[in-house]
């Protein structure tokens, strides 16, 4: 079984500021790894996902996530963000050959001005 | 083209009644799962359908929670005798393919609020 841990419940940030959400995963078979993002009143939209090759995985809106496989951690990050990145951000792992996906509690980034 | 849509977007019922909630898959595609997200967390796989079958169901709670998917498209989640603790935003999304090989992405509709009084 997979579970995901997102560490930090709501990230507070100022416009162009650099963030970080934070992902550990847990699973004894490999696994993909997704990032999906929820604005207010809409369904979630996937933003990137890692499936193998490069350990860096570029998605949209200028997100990036890295995979590190020794501490099982899939960290989101942007440089710069905007006052419209404000959501939830929802970590999820699916393992290979599977379908569900198993997603964290989600991390509510709230960017002020 | 239309994504996944739910209906209804707000359910209220009693304790004890029968609810179905509705899901519309992106046209074409085979693979349809129901998640539930309870409040304060993530959202919990509870079904999969490829095409008409349940391929996964081991996420259903309990024999009150049922779904349909009876011509490959549309599926319908039941529940029966409602509780307060089955609250909860109700996530549909599909994907192309959905086959043990595939890393298609799910797309999720809106979801469906419903609150058991």
């Known amino acids: 079984a997979q579970s995901v841990t997102q560490l930090d419940s709501q990230v507070p940030v100022f416009e162009e500021a650099p963030v970080e959400l934070r992902c550990n995963y847990s699973?004894?078979?490999?696994?993909?790894l997704f990032w999906y993002v929820q604005y207010p009143n809409q369904g979630l939209q996937l933003l990137l996902k890692?499936?193998?090759?490069?350990?860096l995985v570029k998605g949209i809106n200028g997100f990036e996530a890295e995979f590190n496989k020794s501490q099982t951690s899939f960290h989101l990050r942007k440089p710069s963000v905007h006052i419209s990145d404000t959501a939830e951000y929802f970590c999820?792992?699916?393992?290979?050959?599977?379908?569900?996906?198993?997603f964290g509690a989600g991390t509510i980034l709230r960017v002020k001005s | 083209g239309a994504g996944v849509s739910q209906t209804p977007s707000n359910k209220v019922t009693e304790k004890g009644k029968y609810v179905e909630l509705r899901c519309d898959p992106i046209?074409?595609?085979?693979?349809l799962y129901w998640y539930r997200q309870s409040l304060g967390q993530g959202p919990e796989f509870l079904i999969y359908?490829?095409?008409?079958?349940?391929?996964?169901d081991s996420g259903l709670p309990n024999d009150r929670f049922f779904a349909v998917r009876p011509e490959g498209s549309v599926s319908t989640l039941k529940i029966q005798r409602t509780e307060r603790g089955d609250s909860a935003v109700y996530l549909c999304?599909?994907?192309?393919?959905?086959?043990?090989?595939?890393?298609?992405?799910?797309?999720f509709g809106p979801g469906t609020r419903l609150t058991v009084l």
């Open positions: 999304a599909s994907s192309h393919q959905g086959t043990g090989t595939s890393v298609d992405t799910q797309y």
């Open positions: 699973s004894s078979v490999s696994v993909y």
């Open positions: 890692y499936l193998s090759g490069s350990t």
């Open positions: 999820a792992v699916s393992e290979l050959g599977g379908n569900k996906l198993v």
């Open positions: 046209s074409g595609h085979t693979a």
């Open positions: 359908f490829q095409g008409t079958g349940a391929a996964d």
